[in-house]
């Protein structure tokens, strides 16, 4: 069947939106960070134009799809992707590219529909012990400490166990308690090509701009640099590229990830 270009498809009582461009095979499946939508990817598509076919959509509660209820683990949300990616037509084999939360669905999928991926790009990935990793970095909590490191507590204890109060609206709804060990039991991609793009070493508040001691900023973002290495080491055919800024490298540096994404996309071809 032709794939549809766009448009909304029900995956299971509710709907998502998606909208392809492009013609040609691998297809590019862009997957957003958490609380992003399609939106997020302007820069990279229009990098990509004549390539190849690429593919964005709204994860449920996002953008223009549906709302519905949660909580909502990862294996929730790459099923609602699997069974978009039927009903629209839109073919193997993929190329994913996952950035920050994205990278961790983009890790289930490919473990889950193996035969169907033929690379993928993690955009500066999320880790599954990221929240834990994170929240070593911060002194012993105590009643009057700073609002700026209450702040990053909170977050990254919802990181970890999202029956915590997030310090700000998971639109999600996520289950990261569970989320996070569905992408543990991901514990090798074999010799997938895959991308490791990264952002710079040396930005503070890991590009979100949230002020801490120097002490406090050099571990967050030596600890960050350390999980990308062990993202890196999911398969063994990966290559490691690292920005020139901050966690939103698609807004920042598109270029980066296109060049990433073409070279896969040759490769398979």
């Not at 929730?76 to 039927?86: A, F, G």
């Not at 543990?184 to 710079?200: K, N, T």
């Not at 960050?224 to 690292?242: F, I």
């Amino acid at each position: 069947p032709t794939p549809m270009p766009s448009g909304m498809v029900e995956v299971g009582g509710h709907e998502l939106y998606y909208e392809c461009s492009g013609q040609g095979t691998p297809t590019v499946i862009l997957e957003s960070g958490g609380g992003g939508d399609s939106s997020a990817w302007a820069a990279v598509k229009l990098g990509l134009a004549g390539t190849t076919r690429i593919c964005a959509y709204d994860r449920a509660n996002l953008g223009r799809s549906d709302k519905v209820p949660g909580p909502r683990t990862y294996h929730d949300m790459t099923q609602d992707l699997r069974v978009l990616l039927e009903k629209a037509h839109i073919g193997e084999p993929y190329i994913l590219v996952g950035h920050s939360m994205g990278g961790m669905l983009v890790r289930i999928f490919a473990d889950q529909h193996p035969g169907e991926v033929a690379g993928i790009v993690l955009v500066d990935s999320a880790h599954p012990d990221m929240g834990l990793y994170l929240l070593a970095c911060l002194p012993v909590e105590s009643a009057d400490e700073p609002e700026n490191i209450r702040y990053l507590r909170q977050w990254f204890t919802w990181m970890s166990d999202s029956s915590h109060e997030p310090p700000f609206v998971d639109s999600e709804v996520l289950d990261t308690l569970v989320g996070n060990r569905q992408v543990r039991d991901v514990e090798s991609l074999g010799d997938l090509p895959l991308v490791v793009i990264s952002q710079a070493p040396n930005i503070p508040g890991l590009g979100y701009q949230i002020v801490a001691s120097s002490e406090i900023d050099a571990c967050l973002r030596q600890t960050w640099q350390d999980m990308q290495g062990e993202l890196a080491g999911l398969s063994s055919k990966t290559s490691r590229l690292t920005a020139q800024g901050g966690h939103m490298i698609s807004l920042e540096q598109p270029e980066l990830i296109v060049q990433a994404i073409i070279d896969l996309v040759e490769e398979e071809r």
